[in-house]
């Protein structure tokens, strides 16, 4: 397949998919969407010397993009609608959005291949500005098409940031670990602890976030210290236990006793809630904004990009420098990179607690935006899910990671239930009894998502967006690994 | 000249194996030595307890005066000695200048707050290192188009050199190649040989080398000590090793020796044949 056609077939599957599935207004965002990745690709990997060019071909490929977004839009809107709701009136609205979405696909895309035409540099500092520019625009965006999708966007990006520092760990330093959400929990409960009443410290949680991290750190290096000796398949057991315990062992802290030489010094003392949890959490104060309210997600979503933007800026010095080079030695050859003199234990639990770090601040953000959180927030699929977010965008590579963790949070947040709803509404408007009893909307939630994962990882195994040299890995043959041998036969 | 690197009843065990056996050892500053035996001799087991992967079972190295026996590998390289290995073992998916960054580290400085925050130190520090890995794969003779190029992806001969180029980013006082001209035509031979050379001639990098290639391991070293089945068997300068029975008899079998001068000839010029 021709590179063009991929690049508008891609971004017209997902805009299409998501204008059918959504409908209504949301056929705009799904127009700009189709755009921004027809565009990106397009810009990629076809060489265009004027920005004119540049935005003829982008816009070209955008329009095609933007014909998938139409055609789904319009079954939507002609064909599904009437089933689900037969009373629904606004033909006019379905034809606005079918169009507005082809002609913002088109103008994006274009947008997108007329920055590309700058030099070297410059063209990717510019595609990082509109994206950039998009995200911050979303919240007018989202008013403008009452879309009311911030309150899932938000747990989106914490989500993100979690998988930004499970790919310092599991992508960087090569050390798989199942039970990351761990971390997340400790730093949710950490905030909850100092930034609620319930032991009556009322933190500030401009403080308590800073703490929270400070805490996950310190645990990352407690759970980092047994995993040492251990690789592979052992240490991702070892780490699963620790993801295990944590959820547990908050649930049991609400009766605390502690007994010194038979002495009761702490006698039934409620730490942590139980299985209540903790609430009500402390919310940020700013001047001029005055405390953050659950009902204005717009001052959440600006300061969770904040901590994302200074994240991300932060993870891509530190795999650049010396310790994130000792990282990637490690994770290629733990032996050869201790003969390097790469101090493998500090290495190592320089990992883990960097990795930790950021999850006790999306833990602390969460916890705070939430503003109740519970030992089930934390359970194995929480981090499971990382994960899949880290392999499925590739990797080690951050733009992928970013881009695996928001498609595989926004179709498990907003186009997975949506999917659901949609098949259940078609289901109980259908004639056939089995499928009027079947309940889709809560029971095949996860099956879509593990099925969307099967494919996905069958398509394209390296992730979406590969670091250059797993991809490679991945697709030649094994003639070249016989050449650098990486096991352990260091016998005479 | 003193001893760079004194060896004393060095005993290696493998549960009720034993691979290294009561070896004493001795290694000139700036000089050029070979450790040869058959397969399984016990010559990679020595290398792995000098760079301190293995702990030996008795006995203790000292090198320039200080004992490092009990150190861990990291600390064995900082001390200052670096080494190759026998089966190439480079960060495969690094490019060949990340590689030789590696290799830096001990003589980096860079911490957490460092990398984080970048400060004028930090970023001298790295261009600095950066340099000091361009001139060292240009000493090795890696092209610079090269130089970006994943590790794997590199012809068997450069990763051979990237190798090297590798340990000596580590700033060693003594170098330790396993085995480096393993699987390399005449040609690649030579030429390895030649930068062997220039490490010891213009860097002042005390060597040690295990070899089969007798070739090598003639033209080069100016002691060559042998072992089989885990003891030292014989030690002195290439001729007298060649003409040693003992030798003769341990890499072609009881009564090869007594062939006399034809037997010493072909333990001389092949391989262990």
């Known amino acids: 397949m021709n590179k063009t056609t991929r690049a508008w077939l891609t971004g017209g599957i997902f805009g299409g998919l998501i204008a059918l599935i959504s409908g209504g207004l949301v056929g705009f965002l799904a127009g700009i969407i189709a755009g921004m990745v027809t565009g ?14 540049g935005f003829r071909r982008g816009a070209q490929n955008g329009l095609i993009a933007g014909m998938f977004v139409l055609v789904g839009q319009l079954l939507r809107g002609l064909l599904i609608n009437p089933i689900i709701d037969p009373h629904h009136a606004g033909l006019h609205a379905v034809y606005t959005a079918a169009l507005g979405g082809l002609v913002l696909s088109g103008l994006v895309a274009g947008l997108f291949g007329a920055v590309n035409t700058l030099p070297a540099p410059r063209n990717r500092a510019w595609s990082v500005g509109l994206i950039v520019l998009l995200v911050l625009a979303y919240p007018w965006l989202d008013q403008l098409l009452e879309l009311r999708f911030m309150n899932e966007i938000i747990p989106v990006i914490v989500f993100v940031l979690m998988a930004l520092g499970l790919n310092i760990v599991v992508g960087y330093a090569g050390l798989l670990d199942l039970g990351y959400a ?5 730093g949710a409960y950490t905030t909850g602890l100092l930034a609620s009443p319930h032991l009556g410290v009322n933190m500030s949680i401009w403080i308590a976030i800073w703490i929270s991290a400070a805490v996950a750190a310190i645990f990352g290096l407690i759970l980092g210290a047994p ?7 052992y240490l991702a057991i070892v780490t699963l236990g620790f993801g295990e315990i944590v959820p547990i062992a908050v649930n049991n802290l609400d009766k605390l006793n502690i007994n010194i030489l038979g002495y009761n010094v702490v006698k039934d003392f409620d730490l942590t809630g139980g299985s209540k949890g903790l609430n009500p959490i402390g919310r940020p104060w700013l001047p001029f904004i005055g405390e953050f309210r659950a009902d204005s997600p717009i001052p959440w979503y600006y300061l969770i990009l904040i901590i994302m933007a200074f994240s991300i800026f932060f993870i891509m010095r530190l795999r650049d420098s010396r310790i994130g080079r000792a990282w990637m030695a490690m994770r290629e050859d733990e032996l050869a990179a201790s003969s390097m003199g790469i101090d493998i234990v500090r290495t190592k639990l320089m990992a883990f607690s960097m990795g930790a770090t950021f999850s006790g601040f999306a833990g602390a953000f969460y916890g705070s935006y939430i503003s109740a959180i519970f030992p089930s927030s934390f359970a194995f699929d929480v981090s499971v899910m990382l994960l899949c977010m880290v392999i499925l965008g590739g990797m080690g590579n951050i733009t992928g990671v970013i881009v695996g ?29 089995v499928l009027k009893e079947l309940n889709f909307a809560s029971d095949f939630r996860v099956l879509l998502f593990g099925l969307t994962l099967v494919i996905m990882m069958n398509i394209r195994p390296e992730g979406l967006l590969p670091s250059a040299d797993v991809r490679a890995e991945l697709h030649s043959g094994d003639d070249d690994d016989a050449v650098v041998a990486t096991g352990v036969k260091q016998t005479v | 000249m003193a001893p760079i690197l004194v060896a004393q009843g060095i005993v290696k065990q493998f549960g009720g194996l034993t691979a290294v056996n009561k070896v004493d050892f001795e290694l000139e500053a700036g000089s050029i030595s070979s450790l040869i035996g058959p397969n399984g001799a016990g010559k990679t087991t020595f290398f792995n307890m000098i760079t301190g992967l293995y702990v030996p079972t008795s006995g203790s190295f000292i090198f320039a005066g200080q004992k490092i026996n009990g150190l861990r590998p990291h600390e064995v390289t900082r001390a200052g000695i670096g080494r190759t290995f026998q089966n190439i073992r480079l960060f495969a998916h690094m490019s060949a200048r990340e590689n030789v960054l590696v290799g830096q580290h001990t003589r980096l400085r860079t911490g957490l707050i460092g990398a984080l925050l970048r400060p004028k130190r930090v970023r001298d520090e790295e261009a600095a290192a950066v340099t000091k890995a361009n001139d060292l794969l240009d000493y090795v003779g890696l092209s610079r188009q090269r130089s970006s190029d994943s590790a794997k992806n590199l012809p068997y001969g450069d990763q051979r050199r990237l190798e090297i180029a590798r340990a000596l980013a580590t700033d060693p006082q003594l170098l330790l190649l396993d085995e480096p001209t393993a699987g390399m035509n005449p040609q690649e031979t030579d030429d390895l040989t030649k930068l062997i050379r220039r490490i010891r001639d213009e860097r002042k990098i005390t060597i040690l080398l295990i070899e089969h ?24 300068l290439p001729y007298q090793v060649a003409s040693d029975e003992q030798v003769i008899e341990a890499y072609l079998g009881k009564g090869a020796a007594a062939h006399g001068k034809s037997g010493r000839k072909s333990s001389a010029s092949s391989p262990s044949a």
């Open chain 1, 405 to 433: 963790g928001l498609i595989i949070q926004l179709a498990d947040r907003l186009f997975l239930p949506q999917l659901s709803q949609l098949v259940q509404k078609l289901f109980e408007k259908s004639d056939i009894a």
């Open chain 2, 213 to 236: 290639d007798m070739k090598v391991v003639m033209g080069i070293s100016e002691k060559v000590t042998v072992l089989d089945h885990g003891a030292k068997i014989s030690e002195g």
């Open chain 1, 182 to 186: 761990a971390f997340f929990a400790i």
């Open chain 1, 40 to 53: 990106l690709l397009v810009a990629k990997h076809v060489v265009q010397r004027t920005p004119m060019e």
């Open chain 1, 227 to 233: 995993t040492l000796p251990l690789r592979g398949d």
